[in-house]
């Protein structure tokens, strides 16, 4: 059965840091494209970064560009979101993702798997 579990998200004040892990289980990681995704009421899942399989190539939404920075420990089966200068609009539930491709997608409906997400909450 695979699982993904997210921890680290929290509240914190405008222009803070926080970092986001995902552990693994149940696949083999190694071989799996991970992203994370977030997503606000009302809204569609949003992108904001992925890794392919090896950690060498990365991708990120424009609106996280330069402040966030997504990485992965094969040996710990973890993906981690470090989130730099957090401005309020980047509050919302934060999800990671496996993709069995193994390239990294922008694109949700290409995930396999999904956490069940925490809460990341930036105030003013």
């Known amino acids: 059965q695979v699982q993904l579990v997210e921890s680290g998200g929290g509240l914190v004040q405008a222009g803070g840091s926080l970092r986001l892990s995902c552990a693994a289980s149940g696949l083999t990681f190694s071989t799996y494209a991970m992203g994370w995704f977030r997503q606000t009421p009302g809204k569609e899942r949003e992108f904001v970064a992925a890794?392919?399989?090896?950690?060498?190539?990365?991708y990120y939404a424009d609106s996280v560009k330069g402040r966030f920075t997504i990485s992965r420990d094969n040996a710990k089966k973890t993906v981690y979101l470090q989130m730099n200068s957090l401005k309020p609009e980047d509050t919302a539930v934060y999800y990671c993702a496996a993709d069995s491709k193994g390239d990294g997608s922008s694109l949700s409906w290409k995930y396999n798997y999904w956490g069940q997400g925490t809460q990341v909450t930036v105030s003013a």
């Open positions: 890794l392919n399989w090896s950690g060498r190539f990365a």
